[in-house]
């Protein structure tokens, strides 16, 4: 008779710190499985904690608690299939990054993490040991091998897992979302299956934590790099595979293959679920924004109406002066077309009261920037007053453009709990407005169709904290400036490479001053969704006091 053995795959959401809840979900899929007849059951790495737990891993009764967690957990579904979760163990000579393999209500193996991540968002080398590598496992008829995220990213522990008699290689993952980033795992798991002969299963969880967002789109290879299954990105979902035993070893079989949308569309998902996920998890149901009737305002309004629905959305127009009728008009239309509530709250008053009392220490000098800021300030305050008074968490509309060249008023239009186009450049927002219009999915909660007005995207950007002002007034235009922006934030690019691809010097010299000088802003920034990576937090670490400029 041939040998089988089925395998569920729960590509789910865990909180970061609910350890309770977390078991509660793992506990559901368990039961799940079971019904289904798994043998085995999969979860993802660290998901009895959530990940990334940073420094708070480093709190002794708080690992004590989440291997208490997984020991209940192992009593608790005794009578069913074996459950491999992630988790931390503390062992006698310090702390481990763990696969725990549990089995007839105990622990049947620990599989501990040999190579530890130390670039981009990940620092595991200061949190955790090294383990050794380990052996397959036993469940049921299967050998198998758990290399553990990062892994799998290099030969060494697939191989020999592999050469020990793993059978097949499950590989539980934490992988944050970046543009392009599935095609690189489909590419390196290929290798490892190539390398090794063995069927692998990529498992990766989905849900956002801070600024990371984990993507899911969980898979699994035949040996040749034959795609047999593949779930959804973002999607929380349970699969069962099913493997069987052939003359050439253990082979997966056939699955569906779910279509994985394309980058603009998962780039908007990102922003969606980020904000959704920070709200959900940090207790916020409802946001508040300042709406200038601006393409960036638009754009962030569109996300929080699609993540938290429009009726949980406030929209506040702060005029001055220098608004025109066109952006009060635009405002209106982009509220109106969400379906968000719209206050209008005038900044006049509350400006010209400042401008009185600062009167006499700015006598005989002439109006300039600080006057502009004065403005954005005010709004921020106002702003702020809302969210304390009505619980709403206050969204900051910054595009990477902006934020990378500081062309933001700190305690002003910077002041909020959350960013979700911060990792987004200027020509990449209009982008995504174009196809927000032109595309609409069941997972967004705001109404399909133009819900931004094409005025709003085609208009010349403005502050309008002076007369006639235009944001290239001050900036290089946008797809000159997004350009010099990737070069020397997202590529490290010299200003020698810059100028050599035909930019002019004076102006890559400007804009990496403006950078650099901005670093202040950014680390006292709100969080935001990581599109790219070199996002602006953990991808990208500067100092803010810094004299150092590149010279051709």
């Known amino acids: 008779m041939t040998a089988t053995f089925r395998l569920t795959l729960a590509q789910l959401n865990p909180t970061l710190g609910d350890l309770s809840g977390n078991a509660a979900k793992a506990r559901a899929a368990w039961e799940e499985a079971k019904a289904a007849g798994a043998q085995m059951i999969a979860f993802t790495e660290m998901f009895i ?21 997984i020991q209940q957990l192992a009593k608790d579904c005794a ?10 163990w503390r062992g006698e000579d310090g702390l481990y990054n763990a696969y725990w393999i549990l089995e007839h209500g105990k622990v049947a193996a620990r599989v501990l993490k040999h190579n ?90 989905v849900g956002g934590q801070d600024d990371q967002i984990f993507d899911g789109g969980s898979f699994v290879l035949n040996p040749g790099g034959h795609l047999m299954a ?20 253990w082979r997966a079989a056939k699955g569906k293959l779910a279509t994985h949308p394309d980058v603009w569309e998962q780039d908007y998902r990102v922003m969606v679920e980020g904000l959704r996920d920070y709200l959900a998890k940090t207790g916020f149901s409802k946001v508040v924004l300042g709406l200038s009737g601006g393409i960036d305002s638009a754009l962030v309004a569109a996300i929080a109406a699609d993540a938290i629905g429009p009726q949980n959305v406030r929209c506040v127009m702060l005029p001055s002066e220098y608004t025109s009728r066109g952006s009060l008009d635009d405002a209106a239309a982009v509220a109106q077309r969400l379906g968000t509530r719209l206050d209008e709250l005038p900044i006049a008053g509350p400006k010209h009261a400042v401008e009185e009392v600062l009167a006499p220490f700015f006598a005989g000098r002439d109006p300039d920037i600080t006057e502009e800021n004065i403005q954005s300030r005010l709004r921020g305050l106002l702003l702020m007053a809302l969210s304390n008074k009505f619980g709403e968490m206050l969204l900051t509309t910054g595009n990477k453009s902006e934020v990378a060249v500081g062309y933001a008023t700190i305690y002003g239009d910077m002041n909020g709990g959350y960013n979700p186009i911060k990792d987004l450049y200027k020509t990449r927002v209009f982008e995504i407005c174009r196809w927000r219009n032109a595309n609409w999915r069941a997972w967004m909660k705001a109404p399909e169709g133009e819900v931004i007005p094409p ?14 002002q235009k944001d290239e007034d001050s900036l290089p235009p946008y797809p000159v400036l997004d350009a010099i922006l990737e070069g020397l934030v997202d590529k490290e690019k010299s200003i020698a490479e810059l100028v050599a691809e035909g ?14 000088i901005s670093e ?3 680390f006292q920034s709100a ?14 670490r500067y100092p803010i006091a810094n004299r150092w400029r590149d010279s051709l």
Not at 49 to 69: H, K, M, N, P
Not at 159 to 167: D, L, R, T
Not at 231 to 249: I, S
Request: one cysteine or more; charged letters at 25%; proline letters at 9%.
């Open 49 to 69: 904690t959530g990940y990334q737990a940073q420094d708070l891993i480093r709190r002794r009764s708080f690992v004590t608690a989440a291997e208490a967690a």
């Open 79 to 88: 009578d069913g299939p074996a459950i491999g979760i992630g988790g931390p």
């Open 116 to 205: 530890l991540p130390n670039d981009d968002v990940f620092d595991e080398v200061r949190l955790y040991r090294r383990g050794p590598i380990h052996g397959p496992y036993a469940v049921g008829p299967l050998r198998i091998g758990s290399p553990i995220c990062e892994d799998s990213w290099t030969p060494d522990v697939a191989e020999a897992q592999a050469e020990s008699g793993a059978q097949i290689l499950l590989v539980p993952n934490g992988s944050p979302y970046h543009r392009g980033k599935q095609a690189d795992r489909i590419g390196i798991m290929v290798a490892r299956v190539i390398e090794t002969g063995l069927p692998l299963v990529y498992l990766n969880m």
């Open 230 to 249: 593949q779930l959804p990105v973002f999607d929380e979902a349970l699969r069962h595979v099913d493997f069987e035993e052939t003359d050439a070893g």
């Open 455 to 468: 005025r709003v995207i085609d208009k010349p950007p403005s502050a309008e904290l002076r007369p006639d």
């Open 503 to 516: 930019f002019d010097a004076d102006t890559v010299k400007r804009v990496e001053h403006l950078i650099f």
């Open 520 to 522: 202040y802003k950014r």
């Open 527 to 540: 969080p935001g969704p990581r599109l790219t990576r070199r996002a602006f937090w953990l991808d990208r």
